[in-house]
Nanobody, 131 residues
Framework: QVQLVESGGGLVQPGGSLRLSCAAS????????IGWFRQAPGKEREGVSC????????YYADSVKGRFTISRDNAKNTVYLQMNSLKPEDTAVYYC????????????????????????WGQGTQVTVSS
């Protein structure tokens, strides 16, 4: 059975840390770009961080740069999102997803981390940052 399963969410105080995991079963993540996305109530789903399959290129949304780190462990068929210095505005359901193609745009070949193009999704894990 092909599955992506997120875990590691929870309730954390502002300034705290969480590590989200995205584990794949039924297929190997090696050949896919992986993205972490989040959706807060009443808001559109947004790209948080993405990582390519080939050279490990990464993308971070401006709102999480310097605080979040994406990594992949192909041996464990798992992708991680380390989230530090969490803020209340990070509260959302976090999803991981796979894409066949790593997309870049513009003269600087900036990575594009958009839900469009990511076609296999996990069920999501809730992250709540609150005191």
């Amino acid at each position: 059975q092909v599955q992506l399963v997120e875990s590691g969410g929870g309730l954390v105080q502002p300034g705290g840390s969480l590590r989200l995991s995205c584990a794949a079963s039924g297929f190997t993540l090696d050949y896919y770009a992986i993205g972490w996305f989040r959706q807060a109530p009443g808001k559109e789903r947004e790209g948080v961080s993405c990582i390519s399959s080939s050279d490990g290129s990464t993308y971070y949304a401006d709102s999480v740069k310097g605080r979040f780190t994406i990594s992949r462990d192909n041996a464990k068929n798992t992708v991680y999102l380390q989230m530090n210095s969490l803020k209340p505005e990070d509260t959302a359901v976090y999803y991981c997803a796979t894409a066949v193609q790593w997309v870049v745009a513009g003269p600087d070949l900036t990575p594009v981390c958009s839900p469009v193009g990511y076609d296999y999704w996990g069920q999501g894990t809730q992250v709540t940052v609150s005191s």
